[in-house]
């Protein structure tokens, strides 16, 4: 595997492979939004400098999300520790570690389940992916299909109506393969049916010229970090959100 690179230049190619429907440059900072739907996507992400000092800028931040009817939210790749305590000066939450794991493309075994790939997320791809184990807003779609070339992996187990068993995404950016939406339905689980699906990603991610995959999962998540464990998942670092003041209703 190519030399992983430092959390900045990753936190920034992640960023290109889940995006918001509205983003602007802060510095170096990345301010985005989607709606709501997502922390990455609705959140500013805070690696490098901003545009002003950090007092300034959580401030500016803040009234940014607040104009949208969002709550502020900041994804803080630590170790940078001095955003942190300024967001936390300023009353922001602090929200649970994320993990971000990186592994390379090799040595996977071809999925035992037939898994198809498709360019768009169908409807019932779309049901299939539980976020957070609720169903998917209406903004989701324009979400999930925002970076470039996405491809979306399903397995399906059962003929319809019957659910779709396992549902997943992925992207390619300068040859790093970054997995979202890993979703089983419960009544398929315990059958290899996540090993499965990224294993197909990883091999769509190859002929692309892939090298390298990497993927972010919550830090009390034991049963996903078991899996990508057993697939030579390591941990790059960690992020958490800082969350901001609700904003007053409009009115």
């Keep these: 595997m190519p030399d992983v690179p430092g959390v900045d230049e990753l936190e920034r190619l992640a960023a290109r492979s889940w995006q918001g429907l509205e983003q602007e440059r802060y510095g170096d900072w990345l301010l985005r939004a989607g709606g709501g739907f997502t ?9 490098g400098d901003p545009a002003e000092d950090l007092p300034t800028a959580v401030a500016t931040v803040t009234d940014w999300y607040s104009r949208r009817g969002l709550r502020p939210r900041a994804q803080l790749p630590m170790p940078d520790a001095a955003a942190d305590a300024a967001f936390g000066a300023a009353g922001w939450v602090r929200d649970d570690d994320v993990l971000v794991l990186t592994a390379p493309l090799t040595g996977w075994a071809p999925p035992r389940t037939a898994v198809h790939l498709a360019p768009e997320p169908d409807a019932a791809w779309l049901a299939g992916y539980r976020y957070r184990g609720t169903p998917l807003p209406v903004v989701a779609r324009g979400v999930l299909v925002s970076a470039p070339d996405p491809v979306f992996a399903s397995i399906r187990c059962d003929p319809e109506p019957a659910p779709l068993a396992a549902v997943a995404r992925g992207v390619v950016v300068d040859g790093w393969l970054v ?10 689980r315990r059958r290899g049916l996540a090993t ?10 190859r002929s692309r010229g892939g090298h390298s995959c990497l993927l972010q999962v919550a830090a009390d998540n034991a049963p996903a970090l078991a899996l990508y464990g057993r697939l030579g998942f390591t941990e790059h670092h960690r992020y958490h959100y800082r969350l901001g003041p609700v904003p007053a209703p409009a009115g």
């Design 179 to 188: 997995v979202t939406a890993v979703t089983v339905d419960e009544q398929y």
């Design 39 to 47: 922390g990455r996507a609705n959140s500013v992400l805070v690696v």
């Design 196 to 205: 499965a699906v990224m294993a197909a990603l990883g091999a769509w991610a």
